[in-house]
Every structure is written in C-alpha cells, then in structure tokens.
C-alpha cells in the first residue's frame, strides 16, 4: 500500500547542492523508517542514510557524514535528503524506501522503494 515518490535530482557542478525529496502514501508514515540508496549501473546499490519514524535516530554512510542531512516532516508524508559539497563520485539514481522496523542499511530490510531520481555531478 506504501508509494514513495522521488523528486529534486538534477545536473549540478562539484561543489553545489541539491535537495531530493520522497513523498509517501501510507496508513502510518510516521511510523515507517524511511531510508536513502544510490545506485551506479553495475554497482550494487549503496545505503547513504536513514531515519526512524520520529527523526530521533538518524545514520549516514562515511561518504557523506556532515555533507548529506536527511529529515522528515510527518504532517507533509515527506522525507528529504539535502545534499551539500557534492561530488562527482555522488552521482548515481538516488531510491527512497521505507520499511516498518528499526533503523538498517541493508536493502533487503526495506519493502518499498521509490522510482528514483538521477543526481549528476559534474567536475
């Protein structure tokens, strides 16, 4: 019953910024940890951050700490990832996805997963 819809991704030169937002449908978002992934063609898709339904526990990957902040507003059903100081090894789809247990990096935790969104980083 869960859609997650990814928007905000774009061309951008190293350096700059961009803001991705998911816009969920659920019975109860806000109990819903709610996770960021990146995949490159031929990569295996990478965790970049993830928050629990309430926004108290937050993690990053290493490759972005203190450059990628992720939140959520519960009364909009969204879920953001601003993303700052961008490189060019951050370009890849970026997926939103969620899932109803505890805080994960692993894919195969989460049941519902967006679209996509295409982030290009250019040197």
């Known amino acids: 019953q869960v859609q997650l819809v990814e928007s905000g991704g774009g061309l951008v030169q190293a350096g700059g910024s961009l803001r991705l937002s998911c816009a969920a449908s659920?019975?109860?978002?806000?109990?819903?940890?709610m996770g960021w992934f990146r995949q490159v063609p031929g990569k295996e898709r990478e965790f970049v951050a993830a928050?629990?339904?309430?926004?108290?526990?937050?993690d990053y990957t290493d490759s972005v700490k203190g450059r990628f902040t992720v939140s959520r507003d519960n009364a909009k059903n969204t879920v953001y990832l601003q993303m700052n100081s961008l490189k060019p090894e951050d370009t890849a789809v970026y997926y939103c996805?969620?899932?109803?247990?505890?805080?994960?990096?692993?894919?195969?935790?989460?049941?519902?997963w967006g679209q996509g969104t295409q982030v290009t980083v250019s040197s």
């Open positions: 928050i629990r339904g309430s926004g108290s526990s937050i």
């Open positions: 996805a969620s899932q109803y247990g505890l805080r994960s990096r692993s894919p195969s935790e989460y049941n519902y």
């Open positions: 659920g019975r109860t978002f806000s109990s819903y940890t």
